[in-house]
T-cell receptor, first 116, second 113 residues
Framework: EAGVAQSPRYKIIEKRQSVAFWCNPI?????LYWYQQILGQGPKLLIQFQNNGVVDDSQLPKDRFSAERLKGVDSTLKIQPAKLEDSAVYLC??????????????FGEGSWLTVV | AQSVTQLGSHVSVSEGALVLLRCNYSSSVPPYLFWYVQYPNQGLQLLLKYTTGATLVKGINGFEAEFKKSETSFHLTKPSAHMSDAAEYFCAVISGGYNKLIFGAGTRLAVHP
């Protein structure tokens, strides 16, 4: 079974530029998450989709971050304009539909962003 | 709100020694608890999880964790550390009705010869 795919793996941009990250979840997984992991910290949830609807974006900095999940499959996370403090790893994860709260959430390898 | 506290940002053990990584949670409802491992430049991989039933949970690579409700703890252990266990370990708890996974700050495990 293919895992969660993310691209690009690495990106370096200057502050005030824009960047976009792409995620392809595991086939059939209804729930998709984007997490931000700053060096030395645990991952922080940015946004959660259920199919193509947003169920939690309370920690997404909406003045600069946006995310969409077209047709309930792939997702894109965009940052515009980027700030130095956005330097982090952006992790995409997915979870299958059904099951209980204990269902495993699967993570991609992450997209590493450096803002200079 | 639910939260996770991992005691000790860095733990260092000798190869063959016991590994103990501490995790305490805060939850107003029965929690679902997870341990994930992250190797350098990689994503998160599930080690083990507690949902319901047996409080001692066994995971991959010889790790296990015990859910103790009275202590609100879910500590991760391994009887004998291996060099390949060097990584960052994250404890996490499910929060809310939409399976919001909340992570602790992580513990970096170093294993020396």
């Amino acid at each position: 079974e293919a895992g969660v795919a993310q691209s690009p793996r690495y990106k370096i941009i200057e502050k005030r530029q824009s960047v976009a990250f792409w995620c392809n979840p595991i086939s059939g997984h209804a729930t998709l998450y984007w997490y931000q992991q700053i060096l030395g910290q645990g991952p922080k949830l940015l946004i959660q989709f259920q199919n193509n609807g947003v169920v939690d974006d309370s920690q997404l900095p909406k003045d600069r971050f946006s995310a969409e999940r077209l047709k309930g499959v792939d997702s894109t996370l965009k940052i515009q304009p980027a700030k130095l403090e956005d330097s982090a790893v952006y992790l995409c994860a997915s979870r299958p539909a059904g099951g209980g709260l204990g269902n495993t959430i699967y993570f991609g390898e992450g997209s590493w962003l450096t803002v200079v | 709100a639910q939260s996770v506290t991992q005691l000790g940002s860095h733990v260092s053990v000798s190869e063959g020694a016991l590994v103990l990584l501490r995790c305490n949670y805060s939850s107003s409802v029965p929690p679902y608890l997870f341990w994930y491992v992250q190797y350098p430049n990689q994503g998160l991989q599930l080690l083990l999880k507690y949902t319901t039933g047996a409080t001692l949970v066994k995971g991959i690579n010889g790790f296990e964790a015990e859910f103790k409700k009275s202590e609100t703890s879910f500590h991760l252990t391994k009887p004998s550390a291996h060099m390949s266990d060097a990584a960052e370990y994250f404890c996490a708890v499910i929060s809310g009705g939409y399976n919001k996974l909340i992570f602790g700050a992580g513990t970096r495990l170093a294993v020396h010869p």
